[in-house]
């Protein structure tokens, strides 16, 4: 089946302005992540989702971001007044029950530069 | 607190040879589980394999092997009679139940013709 994909591939905006990011996760998986990774270092968490609530938010940096998940399935990060330290590749992960037993399946990711 | 590391940050191996990626993690919690994932030059994360806590046992999957040893603490990840296709930077992570992921720094392998 298809995999978890994600939109833009590329997102080159300018500093201060408002982006999206969307992520469509495998369909029937509840669990679903979002991660940062900069270049050269591991995958950073930002958030976790059980169906539509947020179970764990504590990787967002600060209050410039934010994530829904509206109807259990698609997910965006929305990133307000961008600043250049936000440039990096994001990272969608969907997993059946995100309860540690099944595996979560990544995205190809969005790469942002913020100019 | 959580924390994983991979205290290799480069290794460059001739085809043919043997490798293996060291994982080391910290935890207090008895129930977690244990992850090797492969990225690719491509980008795109590819799981490898997960392990539980409660499963000591070491795995084989074709050149891959596992080696689980909850005393140290460690989760190293073997590939035999390593091939080109092998270069990727291979991350470990650990999940504890319920929670999120912790990723380690990864591990660059170069496999050299």
């Known amino acids: 089946g298809a995999g978890v994909s994600q939109t833009p591939s590329n997102k080159v905006t300018e500093k201060g302005k408002y982006v999206e990011l969307r992520c469509d996760p495998i369909s029937g998986h509840t669990a679903l992540y979002w991660y940062r990774q900069s270049l050269g270092q591991g995958p950073e968490f930002l958030i976790y989702f059980q169906g539509t609530g947020a179970a764990d938010d504590s990787g967002l940096p600060n209050d410039r971001f934010f994530a829904v998940r509206p109807e259990g399935s698609v997910s965006t990060l929305k990133i307000q007044r961008t600043e250049r330290g936000d440039s990096a590749v994001y990272l969608c992960?969907?997993?059946?029950?995100?309860?540690?037993?099944?595996?979560?399946?990544f995205g190809p990711g969005t790469r942002l530069t913020v100019l | 607190a959580q924390k994983v590391t991979q205290a290799q940050t480069e290794i460059s191996v001739v085809e043919k040879e043997d490798v293996t990626l060291d994982c080391v993690y910290e935890?207090?919690?008895?129930?977690?589980?244990l992850f090797w994932y492969k990225q690719p030059p491509s980008g795109e994360l590819v799981f490898l394999i997960r392990r539980n806590s409660f499963d000591e046992q070491n795995e084989i999957s074709g050149r891959y092997s596992w080696n689980f040893q909850k005393s140290t603490s460690s989760f190293n990840f073997t590939i035999t009679a390593s091939q080109v296709v092998d270069s990727a930077v291979y991350f470990c992570a650990l999940h504890l139940y319920g929670q999120n992921f912790v990723f380690g720094p990864g591990t660059r392998l170069s496999v050299l013709p």
């Open positions: 935890t207090r919690d008895t129930t977690y589980y």
């Open positions: 992960a969907s997993s059946l029950t995100g309860d540690g037993t099944d595996t979560q399946y």
